[in-house]
C-alpha cells in the first residue's frame, strides 16, 4: 500500500497495534517526518515513564529516532530484498550517540519490536545478513531483547545495572518473561531474591536461589 508517511505508520501500527504495513518501496525519511516521530515517541516515552521508580532519567531524543529508523528499515525490508544489499550497512547503521540509562530506554520503544523481525528474517532465511546486522544492535541493547537468545557472556552486570531505574525495568521484564539464564545470574539472582522478600512464591516459585560456593 502507499501512504503519505510509511515511516511514521509503522511507527503507530507497531506501537498501537502490534502489526506491520509492508509498503510498496524503500522511501527516504525526511527531517520533518524524523521530528515528528521524535515528538510522538516522546510523548510514548513520558507515558511509560509514570511506571519508573523516579522520573530522573530524560528523553534522548537521538535515540528514539535512531532506533525507529532502524525499525523501520528492518520491517520493510522483510519483503523488499531487490537491490538493498550494498545499502544495509547505512540503512541499518549502529548506535552513534552516547548509552546511558536514557538512551537504552529512548531507544527501546522501538527495539522492543526487532526480536519478532529478527524471527520473521530466519524463518525466511537464516544466512540473511541483516539478521547478523539486527542481533548486533540488540546485543548492545539488550534490554529490548529479554527473552529473546542473545550471547551475553560478557557483560559486567553490576555496572550495567547501575542505575537504579533502569534495573528496576530489567528486572521487572527478566520476570515478566521468566528469563531464566538471566535470573540465574549470581549478581541478578542474588538482587532478584531480596527484592522478592516473603514473596518469591508469589512472584516466581520455581526460581531457584543461586548459593556461592567458596573453594
Known amino acids: 500500500m502507499k501512504a503519505q508517511s510509511p515511516f511514521l505508520d509503522t511507527l ?15 522511501q527516504e525519511i525526511s527531517r520533518k517526518e524524523e521530528n515528528d516521530a521524535a515528538e510522538y515517541l516522546e510523548t510514548e516515552f513520558e507515558k511509560e515513564r509514570l511506571e ?3 522520573d530522573t532519567i530524560s528523553y534522548d531524543k537521538e535515540a528514539a529516532v535512531w532506533a525507529a529508523k532502524v525499525l523501520y528499515h528492518s520491517a520493510q525490508l522483510y519483503l523488499i530484498r531487490e537491490n538493498t544489499a550494498k545499502d544495509l550497512n547505512r540503512l541499518i547503521p549502529p548506535f552513534n550517540g552516547k548509552r546511558d540509562a536514557s538512551a537504552i530506554l529512548s531507544a527501546d520503544l522501538s527495539l522492543r519490536f526487532l526480536p519478532q523481525i529478527i524471527l520473521a528474517l530466519q524463518q525466511a532465511d537464516p544466512e540473511d545478513q541483516l539478521i547478523k546486522l539486527l542481533e548486533n544492535i540488540l546485543t548492545e541493547f539488550h534490554y529490548s531483547a529479554v527473552g529473546f537468545n542473545l550471547e551475553l557472556e560478557n557483560i559486567n552486570w553490576e555496572k550495567e545495572l547501575s542505575d537504579m531505574t533502569y534495573r528496576k525495568l530489567y528486572f521487572e ?11 540465574e545470574l549470581p549478581f541478578i539472582n542474588r538482587l532478584l531474591i531480596a527484592e522478592f522478600g516473603m514473596y518469591k512464591e508469589v512472584f516466581w516459585k520455581e ?3 543461586y548459593e556461592q560456593v567458596n573453594l
Open 173 to 183: 521484564r527478566i520476570v515478566e518473561k521468566k528469563v531464566y539464564s538471566l535470573a
Open 12 to 26: 503507530f501500527l507497531l506501537r498501537q497495534e502490534e502489526c506491520i504495513t509492508i509498503f510498496t518501496d524503500l
Open 207 to 209: 526460581l531457584k536461589k
Open 52 to 54: 519508573f521508580l523516579f
